[in-house]
């Protein structure tokens, strides 16, 4: 009451905080985090209009701290994902940092924080008022600083991950189709012989020219391109000169070699190469590296745009702490007829912040609220397990995590029993599982959904 009574209500939400998220700094040091719980409770605050912001660099501490003049908390080092207590005390130690090229130089040049706890750091938001709030820009800058090296001149020796990154423009197909023939004409398996002049020197090598014989469908793809190099045929095939196939081969790429040349196809291919380090690094939406690094969102939820009526989800809110019943069923128990009550099933649809084997719980954030989910016994067991395989080699393959890992994203059936949800259907209800995962959400609202767990076989 003294703090609610003389400090401004901010100092009082973030107490609260702190100890229903279980992220007192004393009590919690070098213990582990309890994510679920942390984003429970955040989502909570969420609800009654209290900000919980991102962990700034220059803000942020070891534990949630109150912002007074912006009337908000500023959330903690130690509740990010991955982020251990040792690094979290070592940012806040060497607090303020005058810029983002000063953090590196003072953070990540000095390996006190290495390359994939920065990317946690960035996906968090940690810099969006020291650097840019714009979070992709952020990771671009630091993956071409500490992780991206362009190419300063482009070959054939990068013609491979060229074509990978895929810079040449249609016009060049058949020239890639001849450049990649080579290595299919002179192929071992269409070597016929080695062709010695005895009016010269022989080369180290111990030949002048080899001979390959084509099969038929080298021998088309020749014929269609190729002109020169001929001397011979053989059953159903051509025989070629190696020497002759390649002058004429390095005459038929040269438009290959010489737009590879050209500056706009390097800062294309470096373009290219540094999307493809960003995907490796740092893929997925911001709503995913939320959920990633902080185990909440505080923008909008992955599922913003979920068609809901389509799917048939609603807001847990809206729905009767007392099961509304439709109809009952008959079942006989020890010989005695009894009958049951029928509920009327809904729909949820939400990110996994946390389960608990022992009760068989799991807490769903939804677009509206944070919900308690129970499940049976059999039911959890099913979507709870992960599946896996053994190898030819004898180890293990995963073939599926868990449903309910932190971070996925699922539609369930039930009806709500005051502060739960229970997870239940009858063989008469519309929805043929109570657990579907959601694989992606489309910008028009629509899912690609999972309703059955993958089986040992199926890869």
Request: aromatic share 12%.
């Amino acid at each position: 009451m003294n703090l609610g009574y003389h400090y401004p209500i901010i100092y009082w939400n973030t107490a609260c905080l702190i100890i229903n998220a279980g992220a007192n700094e004393e009590l919690d040091d070098n213990k582990s985090t309890q994510y679920g719980k942390i984003a429970k409770a955040i989502a909570n605050f969420k609800q009654r209009s209290i900000i919980v912001d991102r962990p700034l660099i220059n803000e942020a501490k070891f534990s949630f701290v109150p912002d007074e003049k912006n009337n908000r908390i500023i959330f903690s080092f130690k509740g990010l994902c991955g982020i251990g207590d040792d690094i979290a005390r070592a940012i806040v130690e060497h607090q303020p940092y005058s810029s983002f090229e000063d953090f590196c130089k003072r953070m990540v040049d000095t390996k006190i924080i290495g390359t994939a706890k920065m990317i946690i750091l960035i996906k968090a938001g940690c810099f969006n008022e020291l650097d840019s709030p714009d979070r992709m820009e952020t990771m671009k800058k630091f993956l071409s600083r500490n992780v991206f090296t362009p190419t300063d001149k482009l070959t054939m020796q990068q013609f491979n991950s060229a074509l990978e990154y895929d810079i040449f423009p249609k016009e060049m197909e058949t020239m890639i189709r001849i450049k990649n023939f080579k290595a299919y004409a002179l192929h071992e398996s269409f070597f016929l012989k080695n062709i010695i002049d005895e009016e010269k020197k022989v080369p180290k090598k111990g030949y002048h020219d080899r001979y390959f014989a084509l099969d038929e469908r080298g021998t088309e793809f020749l014929m269609e391109h190729f002109n020169t190099c001929i001397v011979g045929t053989k059953e159903d095939g051509v025989i070629i000169s190696e020497k002759l196939f390649n002058k004429e081969w390095d005459a038929l790429i040269q438009p290959l070699k010489d737009y590879m040349a050209l500056p706009e196809t390097l800062q294309l291919y470096n373009q290219k190469k540094l999307d493809s380090t960003m995907e490796s690094y740092a893929s997925g939406s911001l709503e995913q590296w939320d959920m990633e690094s902080l185990s909440y969102y505080p923008d909008r939820h992955e599922l913003w745009n979920l068609n809901e009526p389509k799917y048939g989800v609603v807001d847990y809110n809206s729905l009767p702490e007392i099961p509304e019943v439709y109809d009952h069923t008959t079942r006989r128990v020890r010989g005695e007829i009894k009958h049951f009550p029928k509920y009327k099933i809904f729909r949820l649809a939400g990110t996994v912040l946390d389960s608990d084997n022992n009760k068989h719980l799991v807490t769903l954030l939804t677009n509206h609220s944070v919900v308690t989910c129970k499940y049976n016994k059999g039911q959890y067991s099913y979507y709870n397990k992960r599946i896996s395989e053994q190898t030819p080699a004898g180890k293990k393959k995963v073939l599926e995590e868990s449903w309910f890992k932190r971070g996925s994203k699922i539609i369930v059936c039930g009806y709500r029993r005051e502060d739960q949800f229970v997870i239940m259907k009858y063989p008469d209800t519309v929805y043929t599982h109570t657990t579907n995962r959601i694989e992606e959400i489309y910008n028009d609202g629509t899912i690609l959904a999972q309703t059955d767990r993958k089986k040992v076989g199926e890869g």
